[in-house]
């Protein structure tokens, strides 16, 4: 009996892999049973070589294929080659985005690697490992190989139709805890020049059927979470519209509540159509992932993206002010004519906007990407490590990229994390810095933060804010405080927002009475002197949106004081 594994090596232990599951479908499908039997490994890139590597040792395999991605592609290589060296009769192939428009230069770097796929897989996989087991020729095109000296390329594949169905045997909670992907088409109608999803041609739909068996599949498999990875969800507008009303139609019902589908789309293209069934849409059922990239319509040109950035910043108010859905957006810094100044400016028109989230990206000059083609003339250094990040460009100076990063991880810990929104509100109007100016100089001040203990961090920030000007102390610790109790389900405050008042015992034993605490929570309170109110919570609901606590305020003369 030949045998073939299936390595994946995902970024975390919460991720799953849509392609091994696609794969593996159709390996099943193709692949005689009675000849050829498949296997699985899945590892992730944070566990220690070892543990993966002796899960694929203890499968025996006559041959081993590795999914590449730009996240993975050190621990596969160095996985790959261990394994080739201590079972050099086991055939090694590689396939995935990372490996399929380098193939020739993967392989001439690599003597380990025997064969790459390039493109998609469903249908070159089952034919390569048949050849490998029958021992005969490959096909031309088939994949890149070493015959010989020569080095044989390999066609980028498409799939003539939809990949085989992958989801009929997912058991309930066998995703508890991870994120489940799903997929309504392949391909993108964009071709923007950083990217590499429009490169494969014209945007493929699956059918819409296939489609609503999956979510009603996977929203049972235990996941919080499904994730279309289409690159352009809205492209198609009934489409898209049809899949939200069944979801709509279905939650609760079919679809588990509490499960959420998260869609990347294209905001400028939103009609009012759409727009209204989102609006209407379960609270925390969807949310929506749009990229904006620049806010610069010179660089927006340059890398080939068609935004209208009129409607798009209407579209995205209108999303953000449903409430209804999480709203994430993005930016990339280093972008061809995008400046300092530039990037200033794109990151405070995105910031006004309100987004959930707010994603600072950096370039990456993906392999086969029309930007890597560009590089040279725009002057963009990158590294010549995954994931080829920028360092340096025509128009951003490697200090001022420095500096953006430094920016970045104070604004994941300060803003995306959710931990500080009143507080940044505040902070904001009364000192009317611009949100860059702002997030500039605390990294300055703080440094680096990324190993900071969240009351460390908290403290530093107090202390900031205080010297910025149009700020009163108590407010701010008023601010700060409520941020705290609505994210952070520990009773423990502070030290720098703490304030002795000989009041909170009666006021904690007046609350126990009138308000009983819910068995299952933990309660924290404080008292507000700015707007004279207590607030407490029992950090037992969440918002399924924001992600905060509920909070409950009482007047501070209601508290029998």
Known sequence: MYRFVLVSVNAKYIHSSLAASYLLAALGEKLPADEISVGQVEGTINEKQDAVYHRIADEAPDAVGFSCYIWNIEFVLSLAGRFKKEHPETAVILGGPEVSFNSREVLKKHGFVDYILCGEGEEALPSLVRCLKEKTAIPDGLCTYR?????RPGNLHMLSCGPPEAFGEVVPGSLNNKLAYIEASRGCPFSCAFCLSGEKGKVRFFSLDR?????????????????????????DKKRAQEILRFIKENYGEAIPDGVCFHFEIAADILDGET?????????GSVQFEAGIQSFNPKTLQSVRRKTDLGRLTENLRTLIAFGNCHVHTDLIFGLPYEDYDSVKKSFNRAYALGANMLQLGFLKVLHGSFL????????IEYSEKPPYEVTGTKWLRADEIRTLHKIESVFDRLSNSGRFKRTLRYVLTVSRLSPFALFENLSEEIGDESAMPLDVFTEKCFDFFLLLPGVDRMRLRDEMITDRIATNASAIIPKCLQVKDSRLKKIKSFLAETYPPEKSGMRTLAVLYSSREVIFSDHIRKDRVSGEYEIKRIKEQDCCL
């Open 147 to 151: 015959n010989g000296e020569e080095i």
């Open 372 to 379: 890597e083609e560009k590089a040279a003339e725009y002057e």
């Open 275 to 283: 727009l209204a069934l989102i609006g209407s849409m379960p609270q």
């Open 211 to 235: 489609v609503k068996r999956d979510i009603l599949t996977l929203s049972k498999s235990g996941t919080r979470t499904v994730k279309f990875v289409d690159r352009t969800f809205n492209c």
